[in-house]
């Protein structure tokens, strides 16, 4: 679900993106910013609150408080001064409920007489006052002393006011009063709303500007992405046209190889058939013409220059000739070219093939393999006068390399070319037959001597 969820979230736009995860953002934040500020709003009204009434009481009530530094009561004249304070000014107006305490937490006189006389547990707004410090709650009322105040079911501010003694400045007691806090409710409320909406205004402000930013970059990264896309589409479509054509081209270049070797097949055989036949024949009526005229220096010069004749025309005919090899697999093939070079030469040739039985190749493919392998030893054969001759043919992921390898000068020795010598292609032709299917030929001098020519075609 989760995993889903990020998904469809990554697939939507920049903007969009920044929409939901900024919303999410600034909405956390603007609840913890809103209620950081109405508390702090809160607190401010009612230390305010607090404060003025404090100050009200330090001065008037105060100075009738006295008593209790000496003893633990009101003298009557003091309770009758509060209890007119309390109930017949505009500060008793707005007071409620009131209390005396002592420092041990017993009260000495409260406008509930049932308080009177009575102990109770130090609470927190009491032990701060009796430290000299002011303290003021709105809506706690959660002291047991408090049941009373709780049961009248108005919003109420608790004051605790160190009560000082004159001279000295020493807490001896403490005054706490309730009072009605119903107007200061209504405007707790209009500046907690007014907190918000001013909060929720700038919030929003900020998201909409950033929004709009991330959106202008958004819809240039659409753009981008876009005319990207139709470049990319464009270059595949090039891609695979070029494909096609480079296919067409090794395709075109491997029937054009096909039939050259074909044309030379019929070529040497040409000459297998006719020079050579006729040369033959001329050499026939030599030695018939010998037996009527006898010995004749001439005629001796002209059956020697017509017999080398007859070897020159089989050795080019032999040389432009390609066996049957449509039936044959790789290994096949290179080994017949490797027996042949060891019959003629009379030197040796190891020879290795790394190939699967059936592996399918083309003709194409074929005739490279037997005119590499032909070329190869034929220079192995001229330039290291046979040492080291070294055939391998291996496949591996769909790559078919044939290497000839020698123990002679390497290539760029003295006296060595390699330009295909009486009957060979030499190896401008051999490169342009493998490339022509999509292969490259490599040569180089190895490093414990001798030279290596190599060939790689795309098999798979």
């Not at 937490?105 to 009177?116: E, Q």
């Not at 609470?123 to 709650?137: E, I, R, Y």
């Not at 096909?258 to 026939?284: E, K, V, Y």
């Not at 020698?406 to 490339?435: C, I, K, N, Y």
Request: aromatic share 4%; net charge negative.
């Amino acid at each position: 679900m989760m995993m889903r969820a990020v998904e469809k979230a990554r697939s939507l736009s920049l903007a969009a993106q920044f929409a939901l995860a900024g919303g999410i953002v600034i909405v956390l934040s603007m609840i913890l910013v809103g209620r950081t500020v109405a508390l702090r709003i809160e607190e401010s009204v009612v230390r305010n609150a607090a404060l003025t009434s404090a100050q009200y009481i330090d001065s008037i009530i105060a100075p009738l408080s006295q008593d209790i530094a000496e003893a633990d009561r009101l003298s009557p004249g003091a309770r009758r001064a509060l209890d007119e304070i309390f109930k017949g000014s505009p500060f008793g107006d707005r007071v409620v409920s009131y209390k005396l305490w002592t420092p041990g937490g017993r009260i000495v006189y409260a406008s509930d007489p049932h308080l009177t006389g009575q102990s109770f547990e130090i609470s927190t707004g009491l032990s701060s006052a009796l430290n000299g410090v002011v303290h003021a709650s709105f809506e706690d009322l959660n002291d047991e002393e408090d049941k009373g105040e709780l049961a009248l079911g108005i919003p109420l501010l608790e004051i605790y006011s160190p009560i000082r003694e004159v001279w000295s400045g020493k807490v001896i007691g403490v005054a706490e009063f309730y009072e009605n806090a119903t107007q200061l409710q209504i405007d707790l409320t209009a500046a907690r709303r007014n907190a918000w909406v001013t909060v929720a205004a700038v919030f929003s402000a900020i998201g909409a500007l950033l929004y709009l930013i991330v959106l202008g970059g958004s819809r240039t990264i659409e753009r981008q992405r876009h005319a990207l896309d139709e470049r990319m589409h464009d270059l595949a479509a090039l891609s695979d046209y070029n494909r096609t054509l480079r296919e067409r081209v090794q395709s075109a270049s491997a029937r054009s190889s096909a039939m050259n070797d074909q044309a030379l097949r019929r070529l040497a055989g040409d000459l297998h058939d006719g020079p050579a036949q006729l040369l033959g024949f001329a050499a026939l009526r030599l030695d018939k013409l010998r037996d009527a005229v006898g010995t004749n220096p001439e005629i001796d010069a002209i059956e020697r220059a017509v017999k080398d004749a007859i070897r020159e025309v089989r050795t080019i005919s032999r040389g432009i000739s390609l066996p049957d090899i449509a039936n044959r697999g790789a290994c096949e093939i290179v080994r017949g070219v490797v027996e042949a070079h060891q019959a003629r030469s009379r030197t040796e040739v190891a020879f290795t093939c790394d190939v699967a039985e059936g592996a399918t190749l083309s003709p194409a493919i074929k005739i490279c393999l037997y005119r590499f392998a032909q070329e190869g030893l034929n220079n192995a054969w001229r330039h290291a006068e046979g040492r080291g001759q070294d055939v391998r043919l291996t496949n591996s992921g769909g790559r078919l390399r044939l290497a000839v390898r020698d123990r002679g000068p390497g290539f760029g020795a003295v006296g060595r070319t390699d330009d295909g010598g009486d009957h060979g292609m030499g190896l401008s032709g051999l490169q342009d037959r493998v490339e022509s299917l999509g292969g490259t030929l490599t040569r180089r001098n190895l490093p414990e001597g001798g030279a290596e020519l190599a060939m790689e075609l795309e098999t798979a």
